[in-house]
């Protein structure tokens, strides 16, 4: 899939290299169309200008190299050289979670547009894929198009993104729908240019306007963080009667009005969008009147948490009660498998609290252990599984990477201090950790099968 070079190919800029950014412009380089990348972070553009892409993601670091082969794609800090350049202007920079509030802190996004805007020469889309509250696109489409030179020949549209860390080659290149939010039919064409190969290849496209497009983003990840909140509740019920979450989720799956995806119980989700979108979400709502529509999110937010500490309670039962002195390994740092990524992390928020709560917690994760160790320089780390488990009471696994679904609970057995093990994702098989002499525990699944 690739574009044939025509007068009506746009030229493209990214603004902010961070996972969303880096991906895009990457993958829109290797498209075939001629992108400009900016980032105000010098190391980060001399990194990817050297074909170091500085995160992990499967298969980007070769995505990469092709479009750097290409000659397509170059890296700047010249904000003046992006706005000559572009005819299109993708902002990709992050929205976190304010310090004080549950609503998202847009001055990246504010600040990408006041540097942009007052060397906007000529006619151009600026395009927001960040994950902002409604209404923000509306605003700022004002205020860009009154600092701009170029004036109303300057407009925003707003084409969220929805890619997966570990994913985010495909869900770039053959992503399951877009969704351009325009104020103009010249922004609708502009960006079926901006986007022909896809649409060429089928992606299905939704036109919207700006609000509706902002709000597709957060009711998706919504939807997706209530449908993990649910099974996660469903699990709570099992664990006061008896039943098994594992079993119950799978015969819901065979339903395929209700499907088995997001349907997977444990200590449930984290990373850098679904817990503070939907926060983002609450906050927005209520700001609108309308917090009452949202206010299960609340809800879903809690269950989320209630997990961690259960997962707590868990490793505290496994150790007899108390966790003081107790030797902990943890199996997963990253928020999920396939990622470096440790932001709101579930694993590491659990071994935060057991670290607090006594234990001695030794973490190992294939791939997150630096950002691990800056965010918690209190836990320690070990260069692979069995090192993390060497003397352990009680065993952890918190992020469900494939390395330790295969791990042999006779070869761990030999290691640990205990056999006791929390299996917090669901994977390992209840039997073959009994048959060898494990403690099995699990979320929403009973003491003993
Ligand atoms: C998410 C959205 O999927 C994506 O569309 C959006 O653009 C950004 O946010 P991502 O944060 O990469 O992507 O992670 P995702 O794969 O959606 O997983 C989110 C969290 O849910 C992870 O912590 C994962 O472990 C957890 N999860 C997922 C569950 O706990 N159970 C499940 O069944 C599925």
């Not at 847009?106 to 894929?129: D, H, I, N, T, W």
């Not at 740092?333 to 440790?342: G, R």
Request: some cysteine.
């Amino acid at each position: 899939m690739s574009v044939t070079p025509t007068i009506d190919q746009p030229r493209l800029t990214v603004i902010g290299t961070g996972y969303l950014g880096a991906t895009h412009a990457i993958c829109m380089a290797v498209l075939g169309y001629e992108v400009l990348a900016l980032d105000r972070d010098h190391a980060k553009i001399e990194a990817l200008a050297a074909g170091v892409v500085p995160f992990h993601e499967p298969g980007l670091p070769e995505m990469l190299r092709k479009a750097l082969d290409s000659g397509r794609l170059r890296f700047t800090t010249d904000v003046a050289e992006v706005a000559a350049f572009g005819d299109v202007h993708f902002v990709c920079t992050g929205t976190p979670q304010l310090p004080d509030s549950l609503g998202a802190d847009l001055s990246q996004v504010e600040e990408v547009l006041r540097s942009l805007a007052p060397y906007l020469f000529r006619p151009c889309l600026v395009v927001g894929k960040s994950t902002v509250p409604v209404g923000t696109a509306a605003r700022l489409h004002g205020i860009l198009q009154a600092a701009a030179p170029c004036g109303s020949d300057v407009e925003l549209a707003w084409n969220p993104e929805f890619l997966r860390e570990g994913h985010a080659i495909e869900d770039t290149l053959h992503p399951s729908r877009l969704v351009f939010g325009v104020v103009s039919e010249r922004a609708r064409r502009l960006l079926e240019d901006t986007f022909r190969p896809l649409l060429d290849a089928g992606v299905p496209t939704v036109v919207t306007d700006l609000a509706t497009a902002e709000l597709v983003k957060v009711a998706a990840n919504s939807f997706l963080a209530t449908k993990i909140s649910f099974i996660n509740a469903m699990a709570e019920v099992c664990e006061t009667t008896g039943a098994d979450v594992s079993d119950l989720a799978s015969a819901l799956a065979y339903d395929d009005r209700i499907g088995g995806r997001f349907l997977k119980p444990g200590l449930g989700f984290g990373g850098g969008c679904l817990p503070k979108d939907i926060r983002a979400f609450i906050h927005r709502a209520e700001e609108l009147g309308t917090g009452q529509s949202v206010s299960f999110l609340r809800e879903v937010d809690a269950i989320n948490q209630r997990r961690r500490r259960r997962t707590v309670d868990l490793v505290r039962e496994q150790a007899g009660g108390d966790l003081r002195g107790v030797r902990v390994c943890v199996l997963g740092a990253a928020f999920k498998p396939h990622s470096d990524d440790t932001r709101d992390a579930p694993a590491l928020d659990v071994a935060a609290q057991l670290h607090a709560a006594g234990a001695h917690v030794v973490v190992f994760d294939p791939q997150a252990i630096e950002n691990a160790r800056r965010s918690h320089p209190q836990l320690e780390f070990a260069g692979t599984a069995l090192e993390a488990a060497e003397g352990a009471q009680v065993v952890a696994l918190l992020t469900e990477w494939d390395q330790f679904r295969g791990i042999d609970p006779r070869v761990l057995g030999r290691v640990v201090g205990a056999r006791a093990v929390v299996d917090a994702r669901n994977v390992l098989d209840a039997g073959t950790w009994r048959d060898a002499g494990w403690r099995y525990r699990a979320l929403g699944r009973a003491a003993a099968a």
